[in-house]
């Protein structure tokens, strides 16, 4: 099983960007598929997931309304569109797969930076 993730940059507060997430070597569409992030000096901490068919989406506090988490399974791949970006977002981005009540596969990460 392999994610990668993609789409992390620089970019200034107030802009946005859109990370990708292509799975593979499993059967996609099935799974509930999570993004989740870490800070520098910090733990991991949930961010966005998305249920296999798309209609039912989690956001953390610190993201709801700015993020839109979606998935495209015909690509096997989940997006996180994230707007108003803050200094605060920084971190590197992980995205992962749930299954069996346990995220068990999880991408190497892509780092987003947003200075003030």
């Given at each position: 099983?392999?994610?990668?993730?993609s789409?992390?940059?620089?970019?200034?507060?107030g802009?946005?960007?859109?990370?990708?997430?292509?799975?593979?070597g499993?059967?996609?569409?099935?799974?509930?598929?999570?993004?989740?992030?870490?800070?520098?000096?910090?733990?991991?901490?949930?961010?966005?997931?998305?249920?296999w068919?798309?209609s039912s989406?989690?956001y953390a506090?610190?993201?709801?309304?700015?993020?839109?988490?979606?998935?495209?399974n015909?690509?096997?791949?989940v997006y996180?569109?994230?707007?108003?970006?803050?200094?605060?977002?920084?971190?590197v981005?992980?995205?992962?797969?749930?299954?069996?009540?346990?995220?068990?596969?999880?991408?190497?990460?892509?780092?987003?930076?947003?200075?003030?």
């Amino acid at each position: 099983v392999q994610l990668q993730a993609s789409g992390g940059g620089l970019v200034q507060a107030g802009d946005s960007l859109r990370l990708s997430c292509a799975v593979s070597g499993l059967t996609f569409g099935t799974d509930v598929m999570g993004w989740f992030r870490q800070a520098p000096g910090k733990e991991r901490q949930f961010v966005s997931a998305i249920s296999w068919s798309g209609s039912s989406t989690t956001y953390a506090d610190s993201v709801k309304g700015r993020f839109t988490i979606s998935r495209d399974n015909a690509k096997n791949t989940v997006y996180l569109q994230m707007n108003s970006l803050k200094p605060d977002d920084t971190a590197v981005y992980y995205c992962a797969v749930k299954r069996y009540g346990v995220y068990s596969y999880w991408g190497q990460g892509t780092l987003v930076t947003v200075s003030s």
